[in-house]
């Protein structure tokens, strides 16, 4: 018999789920499922005759998985939304949420090296069957891509000088543990700034083992071929990268670029925005230290 994960409290749940505006024999998803939070709250809003689709690629997440005939719970990446629904015979869905990065499980088990708190080997991967993982990346990578995942990932801007010294450090020996890369790069943390540089490091490793912008955006495309005309998009991010991806994308349909105007020079757009810009509350961030950065975007198909 599988074990529960301790999983966190979810991150803005009522208002993520409120955002769905849940129809009671609708078709939802949940593409994060992790401990299952924000899709109870999804299936205690839904009749008899709706149903719930959840994604995790991650194996520890199906310890959680729900007791619900109209639950579905599918052990993949969520960049496959269209296959797998398809696989499903549901064609079109009412409304789909994303509770984007990592969860607090994840962060939590030492031996996954996605935390600074701990030494462990260099992972960081969401799932245990992607072949790439940080230790390649640290070992493997060239200078120049090194520098382009510190730049890119970490917004760092001395990704030129971390990654010629990670090249460097790794000639005499390969650099194994998250504390072996921390002692590589110490004279590149001043103590004020240490735990904020670190954590910039680690996103960038992480989003790149995991492909996690590449993701976003097939995510993002997907959601809309598959959401129902008036389908919600509810979505929440942890770290500029991501919300500028979502944010665009339910703006304009796009990542790049302006989207076409129509015979009478109106922008043609295929969502509307549902509301404003939500973040946590101080009570939500003192009980949740994980929801400080969050944000909500919420939008809906025309």
């Not at 015979?89 to 949420?97: E, M, P, R, T, Y």
Request: proline content about 3%; glycine content about 6%; hydrophobic content about 40%.
């Amino acid at each position: 018999m599988m074990m529960t994960m301790e999983y966190h409290n979810p991150v803005l749940l009522k208002e993520s789920v409120d955002g769905l505006n849940i129809k009671p024999d609708g078709i939802y998803v949940d593409v994060t499922f992790g401990g299952g939070g924000h899709s109870k709250e999804i299936l205690s809003r839904l009749g008899p005759d709706g149903k719930l689709f959840a994604f995790d690629q991650d194996e520890d997440a199906l310890a959680n998985a729900l007791d619900d005939e109209r639950f579905v719970l599918i052990n993949e990446n969520f960049r496959f939304i269209k296959r797998f629904l398809r696989f499903y015979g549901v064609k079109s869905v009412d409304g789909i949420l994303g509770d984007l990065g990592v969860s607090s499980h994840q962060f939590d088990v030492a031996e996954r090296g996605f935390s600074t708190r701990f030494d462990a080997d260099l992972d960081m991967r969401m799932s245990q069957k992607n072949d790439l993982n940080a230790n390649k990346v640290v070992n493997e990578y060239d200078e120049a891509n090194l520098k382009r995942v510190f730049l890119d990932y970490g917004e760092l801007k001395n990704a030129a000088v971390l990654a010629r010294t990670i090249v460097d450090a790794r000639e005499a020996q390969p650099i194994k543990t998250t504390d072996e890369l921390k002692e590589v790069l110490a004279k590149h943390l001043p103590e004020r700034v240490k735990n904020k540089i670190l954590a910039q490091i680690y996103q960038a490793i992480r989003i790149e083992v995991n492909q996690e912008m590449d993701v976003l955006k097939e995510f993002l495309e997907q959601s809309l071929e598959i959401l129902s005309p008036e389908g919600r998009l509810s979505v929440i991010s942890y770290h500029s990268l991501e919300d500028r991806l979502v944010k665009r994308f339910m703006k304009n349909g796009m990542f790049d670029g302006e989207p076409e105007r129509d015979f009478f020079g109106n922008f043609s757009v295929p969502f509307k925005t549902v509301g404003k810009l939500i973040i946590p509350g101080n009570e939500e961030i003192k009980v949740n230290n994980r929801a400080r950065s969050a944000k909500l975007r919420i939008a809906e198909k025309k």
